[in-house]
């Protein structure tokens, strides 16, 4: 049975920092590895793909519905699907690109029933876990990684070009790391080190942004729509290229629009109108605008004075009360608003 042993990169590009494949006691040469897909969701193919173009073979790959079995046929042809444990059998590295949820169990059955092998590397996708999740297989002998690619997957081969410098949230024993590292670089993304206690933290920051972006794009597209606007992607692409970028350059600086400028009024008749034609997304923007403003405040973009009125707009929206109704103190209504930047 083969076993492994990280050993240095020689360079970033090169592969010489994975595991060392020894077949005889005499001979030992850097490792192509035979990989293996637990799960052929978006994720796992994918980076199958991205190993395979550096010589690695993919040998094995189970999915569960329908449409799993047609991606790992249309992505990785030719390779059988099969059990689970079947995978683990046929491969040196093991792909765990299943649910958060489902990981802890797959990995607990594939340890009680033996189907993991000594010095095989068994490498799962999740934000959320570490490696100890990895616990009872390491106990049977195999080596365990955690490599999230912090990036959305579309379940298609545009997804192996986007992991092309993209960031991998990387937790490994420290006997590991280097073949951690050299993992990463293969698959064309960076590592970065997330301490096991970190990891729940760096998940939920990147589900902040990333995830509910969309959602907050698609209602936005929808609301457009509504309004009459013909093509929404249109008029949100260069705006929000732009409010992302100054967002990843400036920070809090880079926020603009009626709650960082204090527009109470205007804020009352967005609530208004949403409540009318949306309802839906009230709820969303108001925790949203309530956000916005706290963090306004924090760094001097919100006046003191200009705070009052809107956070008492927002407390009226929360209470299920109009804010955009003219004539109520401190909430002026639509006639009382002014054109201005988003």
Request: proline share 9%; charged share 20%; hydrophobic share 40%.
């Amino acid at each position: 049975m083969a076993t492994y042993r990280p050993v240095p990169p020689a360079d970033r590009n090169g592969t010489e920092g994975l595991p060392r494949v020894n077949t005889a006691p005499q001979a030992e040469r850097p490792a192509r590895l035979s990989v293996g897909v637990v799960g052929a969701g978006r994720v796992g193919p994918a980076l199958a793909c991205a190993l395979q173009q550096t010589g690695h073979r993919p040998v094995a790959v189970s999915g569960v519905s329908d449409a799993s079995r047609r991606r790992a046929e249309r992505m990785l042809p030719g390779v059988p699907v099969v059990s689970p444990a079947q995978v683990l059998q046929a491969s040196d590295l093991v792909l765990l690109t299943v649910p958060d949820d489902a990981l802890p169990s797959l990995v607990e059955g594939l340890a009680e029933t033996g189907a993991v092998r000594p010095g095989q590397l068994l490498v799962h996708t999740s934000g959320r876990y570490g490696v100890s999740v990895l616990d009872p297989a390491r106990r049977a002998g195999a080596l365990p990684l955690a490599l999230h690619p912090a990036m959305t997957f579309t379940g298609t081969e545009v997804d192996v070009q986007r992991l092309a410098g993209c960031s991998f949230g990387v937790t490994a024993p420290d006997e590991l790391r280097l073949a951690a590292e050299a993992l990463v670089i293969e698959m064309g993304g960076e590592p970065e080190w997330i301490a096991e206690v970190n990891r729940p933290l760096y998940h939920a920051a990147l589900a902040l942004g990333a995830n509910h972006l969309v959602t907050l794009v698609a209602q936005s597209m929808e609301l457009l729509g509504k309004a009459g606007v013909e093509h929404p992607n249109r008029m949100l692409g260069p705006l929000l290229g732009a409010a992302l970028d100054n967002a990843l350059r400036s920070g809090d600086a880079a926020l603009t629009g009626p709650v960082a400028r204090g527009d109470a009024g205007t804020v009352a008749a967005h609530v208004s109108e949403l409540r009318k034609h949306a309802p839906g997304t009230v709820a969303g923007y108001l925790a949203m605008a309530r956000t916005t403003a706290d963090r306004a405040l924090a760094h001097g973009l919100l006046k003191p004075e200009l705070a009052e009125d809107l956070l008492g707009v927002l407390a009226d929206g929360a209470n299920g009360i109009d804010p955009g109704q003219p004539g109520r103190p401190g909430h002026p209504g639509p006639e009382g608003t002014e054109g201005g930047e988003l």
